[in-house]
């Protein structure tokens, strides 16, 4: 039976080392088009508004693009909407709270 040994410890090690290999990192063509906003193009400042601003811009960005279709744009632009009216309202935290619900629901970071 001592023969076996050196096969499964063989065995093993190959199965762990299959285990840790990485996968393929996909081509950079694969990832579609990625345009830059030009420099100044976001809003400066703290607060509610520049932070709704910002988003809005890249937003509008994504669908310009392609990286985001129109429909889905014009929900999330929605959405920012509500955020920018809580904030012209004064209500900042519910403005920020509506701002990350929808930046998390879009899968925007």
Do not use: H
């Amino acid at each position: 039976m001592s023969y076996w040994k050196p096969g499964l410890a063989l065995a093993a090690l190959l199965a762990l080392a299959a285990c840790q290999s990485k996968p393929a990192a996909p081509p950079a063509a694969a990832l579609g088009p990625v345009a830059a906003l030009p420099a100044g193009a976001l809003p400066p400042g703290t607060g509610c508004g520049p932070a709704i601003a910002r988003t809005q811009a890249v937003v509008d960005s994504d669908v310009a693009t392609g990286n985001l279709n129109a429909p889905v744009g014009k929900r999330f632009s929605a959405d920012l909407a509500n955020a920018s009216s809580a904030c012209a309202a004064g209500r900042d935290g519910e403005a920020l709270r509506l701002l990350a619900a929808a930046k998390a629901r879009y899968g925007y970071p």
